[in-house]
């Protein structure tokens, strides 16, 4: 007789494991049918054990184990992912069940009685490891050819993880070639039936396959996985946004253990935990790390506070230099990408009387002002980013009742009125989240982009994962105001942003800039990678920021006073610990705030046993983040 620990997968059932008894043979991974109250539901078999093992816990139990009633479908699932999983949850203080839930795509829970599989026998020269690769874009991906032409000649299969769809299409055009009929392709935008047909044909192909896919599909049971390569390691798009706020990376480094596979990390610029790690004997480099990137264009940092005609002293948004490239983009029919960092004609607004920052009615957050967009907008409005709300540009101080409002920063939309004010003429294609709204509008706005000759396209940091060409002329107008965001990680995404432009540059890549300190700008021009990552972590180390410890960030949202009273009971709560309380840095609305509570561990010293087991017990209502992207 063997004990099964399940977990529910019908919907609207809390996900809390249970606990049944079976006189059939069951494996983890199975789907059965199981009593609970008065009606009968599907659950997911995540642990099987023999009763002998467990005489004494059975006999201690204050109610009676039922009985599995049928099964419902064979094994779609690995024993080695339930096994991961369960690693992945209590590294995350999650359940097992949230855990499964936001790793496994909802079709094919739903569809899983279509998905169950005869697995493959694991092969024996299979062994864990984890290799470094940090170069650029092209040297990356003839590595990746090469690693998966080596791991098929081993009858080893591979998953490829991209951080999003825009990345999929570029990887799948240059590892499919050759071998088109044993490339698959798996992401949240195929229809339900593509994605069971997809998962089917992988699972029952004998050939060795490469799966180029996004983290949700991890779960596709390949007993004969050589390697898992983590494409583009650095993104912030591996951390998931909804609970239990996974990051596909320790998912991707748990599963590769617990299968016993290859690991391969790669980037223009890994992050500087994993450097950290690689430098003092953690990990293993694939090849040698480039810590210099090269390049044929002409870098240059324009300084912006020194005004570009002496006699005027105006505010510019264009540089002489950044004209003359222009001009002579239209001129050559090139191509020109100019990033920036906000949407909008000026990111922020300000009153000239009293300094009060124009922020919107019901959620209190800074408000960016656009320009007409088409002919059924007669005016500029000002649009809260956050919540949505919308209202006239011709408004008074909130605060004072001042006139005089000043708008701040430079803006997409600002940067195009610019450009066509000076090049009426000019193809210009504005690339951010207002103007682009879909994946099909993408793909058309950069085949466009690429296909006109002296084109230009303005962009937001949206734009950069869809330049999969090589273009003459590169800028940056405005990434200033990246500085401000309080986050101990910015520095870091300013300096990958920098790499990539620049390696996409064939002619000209200019920096315009207001800062003081330019170093980050320096090191990026002379694509200086070492220096860089010196100076991050010795600036990490001094602030006790990751790799050097672990932080863990617990968040309450509703009534201030109400959330501040039971944040500091918390802090009782979790003594000796010093739990650090403090406001979040954006309100969510009027009535509600949030509030932080973080506590942080060595290095290495997460998951913490007793730790865990304080976290797990606390109300639902609370946020757990491990390791979080921002602090604040």
Known sequence: MQIVTVIPISRGVSKDLLTYFTKSDVTSGSVVKIPLRKKSIYGLVVETKQAEEMKSQIKSLTYSIKKIEEMQSGSFLSKSFTEAVKKIADYNAASIGATLFSLIPKTILEENSKLSFNPIEPPKDKFFETLLLQSDYEERFATYKSLVREEFAKNHSVFFCVPTIEDLTSAKNIL???????????????????????????????????????????????????????????????????????????????????MNVRLVLGDILLRTETLWEEKNGKYASLSPLKFRSLTSANCEIIDMKIPQDMKKKEFTILSDKLKSVIRNNIEANEHLFLFCARKGLYPMTVCSDCGTVVSCKNCHMPVVLYGKKDATQSKNLFVCNHCGERFDSKILCSHCGGWRLNPLGIGVERVFEEILQLFPDSKIIIFDKDHIATQKKAEKARDDFYNTPGSIMIGTEMALSFLNQKIENTAVVSLDSYFSIPDYQI??????????????????????????????????????????????????????????????????????????????????????????????????????????????????????????????????????????????
């Not at 949700?216 to 390697?227: E, K, T, V």
Request: net charge positive; with cysteine.
């Open 491 to 632: 520095s870091e995404k300013i300096f990958h942003i920098l790499l990539e432009m620049r390696s996409v540059s064939i002619k000209e890549f200019l920096i315009q800039t207001r800062q003081e300190n330019t170093k980050i700008f320096e090191h990026a021009t002379r694509g200086n990678l070492v220096d860089f990552y010196r100076e991050e972590i010795v600036e990490r180390e001094s602030m006790g920021y990751p790799p050097f410890n672990t932080y863990i960030k617990l968040t309450l949202e509703g009534e201030k006073t109400v959330i501040r009273k039971e944040m500091e009971k918390i802090k009782e709560y979790f003594m000796p610990m010093k739990l650090q309380i403090f406001d979040a840095f954006n309100s969510q609305n009027k009535n509600k705030h949030m509030v932080h509570g973080l506590l942080y561990l060595e290095k290495g010293k997460w998951p913490d046993k007793e730790l865990l087991e304080k976290i797990r017990r606390l109300p639902p209502h609370f946020s757990v983040r491990i390791d979080p992207v921002s602090l604040l």
């Open 176 to 258: 499919e070639r050759g071998i088109e009929k044993y490339t698959f392709v798996l992401h949240s935008g195929l229809s339900k039936k593509e994605i069971l047909g997809t998962w089917k044909n992988i699972c029952e192909e004998k050939h060795p396959v490469l799966i180029i896919a996004t983290g949700s599909f991890l779960s596709i049971p390949r007993g004969d996985l050589g390697a898992i390569v983590l494409e583009k390691e650095s993104s912030r798009s591996y951390k998931t946004q909804t609970r239990p706020y996974l990051d596909i990376r320790n998912v991707v480094e748990t599963l590769a253990k617990e």
